[in-house]
């Protein structure tokens, strides 16, 4: 089983700031096929960006993906309001999908 | 747009059967294209992926729960199922059924169902 590691568990920043949320695997990520989810309090989570770098439908350009191999990151370049949520990484190259733990985005 | 239900008891007594019902409306469910899953959350705690099938019926199972779990599918009525057996309090969770493509991940997802397992 790749045992994914997100870190900063929570990360505290004001709107406008930039938030970079890191996502390590325990083995190489096969295709590189690592995605984010965004799930604010009371919702499902929504899928912000596959493949690692590749956004998902609708999902604004201050999102971005990066990295291979086994570390992966996502960025927000300027936190609007509405992008306080808690953001998972899932791994889907291998035939077990595994989560992170999360990070938590609040407010400063 | 796709959207997905799912269905079921939110309590369940511990060494019963869980039994879950996604319905899949805008979009037939006999699409190639694409996988229907699973996903778990229990409260506090991580994400878990629980399985998926295929249109034909192939189905893919997390190995920890691969021996208490069935996912079937009914292409005639648009819905897939998941049933859970000898339950215990470690499976009390928001259940999400699930859209997912190979080279995509979870593209869409249900809006959860709790389900408590209780006496």
């Known amino acids: 089983e790749i045992v994914l590691t997100q870190s900063p568990g929570t990360l505290s920043l004001s709107p406008g700031e930039r938030a970079t949320l890191s996502c390590r695997a325990s083995q190489r990520v096969a295709s590189n096929y690592l995605a984010w989810y965004q799930q604010k309090p009371g919702q499902s989570p929504r899928l912000l960006i596959y493949?690692?770098?590749t956004r998902a439908t609708g999902i604004p350009d201050r999102f971005s993906g990066s990295g291979s191999g086994a570390d992966f990151t996502l960025t927000i370049s300027r936190l609007e309001p509405e992008d306080f949520a808690v953001y998972y990484c899932q791994q889907y190259g291998d035939s077990l999908k595994t989560f992170g733990g999360g990070t938590k985005v609040e407010i400063k | 747009q796709l959207q997905l239900q799912e269905s079921g008891p939110g309590l369940v007594k511990p060494s019963e059967t869980l039994s879950l019902t996604c319905t899949v409306s805008?979009?037939?469910?006999?699409?190639?294209?694409?996988?229907w899953g699973w996903i778990r959350q229990p409260p506090g705690k991580r994400l878990e992926w629980i399985g998926i099938?295929?249109?034909?019926?192939?189905?893919f199972y997390n190995p920890s729960l691969k021996s208490r779990l069935a996912i079937s599918i009914d292409t005639s009525d648009n819905q897939f199922s998941l049933k859970l057996t000898s339950v215990t309090a470690a499976d009390s969770a928001l259940y999400y059924c699930?859209?997912?493509?190979?080279?995509?991940?979870?593209?869409?997802w249900g809006p959860g169902t709790l389900v408590t397992v209780s006496s």
């Open positions: 099938i295929y249109y034909t019926g192939s189905t």
């Open positions: 493949g690692a770098s």
């Open positions: 805008g979009g037939s469910i006999r699409s190639s294209s694409h996988y």
């Open positions: 699930t859209r997912e493509f190979t080279t995509s991940g979870v593209v869409d």
